[in-house]
């Protein structure tokens, strides 16, 4: 029954005696060597694992002297394919019938897959750090507790920060108080739909007094089981007095527009009355000539009426075209 409760455990069991001889080996521990238990049972530690066996001895002769237990000894072991286990050691003394017959329990817990998912996070985190500190854009991570947890030297240099050990950079150093609220994420789990994402533009003042207009989107992120705010900042003043410039530009040029409408429109109006008068006149000399006066004054007569009526016709376009907006 004893050995079958070992050969259920996933863990490795050894027990030895105080000769580092192994008396009993369970299922598992023998499986990684490609050994039976028969095969390992009555061999010295040294002989299994010729590679290890000085080191195990070692820690064995430790337990010993102390008599008290080894805990968590990090040991790489070879399997029967070449593989490495990530093991963690644990060591006992283990009560005899004989008080002078030492044994010496040991549990060996196999960490590979735990070492490899390690590796694999620290490996994500380190890729997420340098996205984060080489990023163009200032970024910030905040916590429920309105606490700045990382942040990158581009928000210093964005906004002239010079963070001593006694002085951290805080929220309020970047941005209103009036904002804090919507930077804030949910003290409880991430809801995407209460953590949507947010854009915003503010005024701020920087370390060196010099105005500056702020772009900031927000979005919310589970790290550890806690939700966060990532907020990225961008520096818009330059783009910001652009846009207010075109604004006055367009604003000047509706005006200026405006006035050449309406002046366009009085003059055109104000000026078919001289020329009316000039039609009148050309008329009344028509009538008035006596039959003798020649033919040419006649044509350059006709000519004056002519460019008249083409004057009168251009007035009255620009009088349409001019009321064409409104």
Known sequence: EIQTILDTIPSFVWIKDESHRILRVNRAAANATGMTPEQIEGRLTSEVYPEQGERFQASDRQLLRGNR?????????????????????DKYSLPS??????????????????????????????QF????????????????????????????????LSPTPGRH????DLVPSEFHEQLTPPKDRCSMNQSANAQFEFEVVRADGNAMRISLVTAALEIENQCMTLATFSDITERHQVAMD??????????????????AYIASHDLKAPLRGIMHLTEWIEEDMPPQIGQEVREHLKMLQAQVSRMDMLLNDLLAYARVTR
């Open 169 to 172: 950079i805080q929220l309020i």
């Open 246 to 263: 075109l604004e006055r530009k367009q604003e000047e040029l509706e005006r200026s527009n405006e006035d050449l409408d309406r002046f």
């Open 69 to 89: 237990p080894v805990r968590r000894i990090p040991e790489t072991l070879e399997n029967k394919n070449g593989d490495d286990y990530k093991m963690l050691i």
């Open 97 to 126: 019938l004989n008080k002078d017959d030492k044994r010496i329990l040991v549990v060996g817990t196999d960490i590979t897959e735990i070492e490899q998912t390690q590796l694999a996070l620290a490996s994500q985190e380190e």
């Open 129 to 160: 750090r340098n996205l984060f500190e080489r990023s163009p854009l200032g970024s910030v991570l905040i916590d429920s507790n309105r606490q700045l947890r990382l942040i990158n030297s581009r928000i210093e240099a964005m906004y002239q």
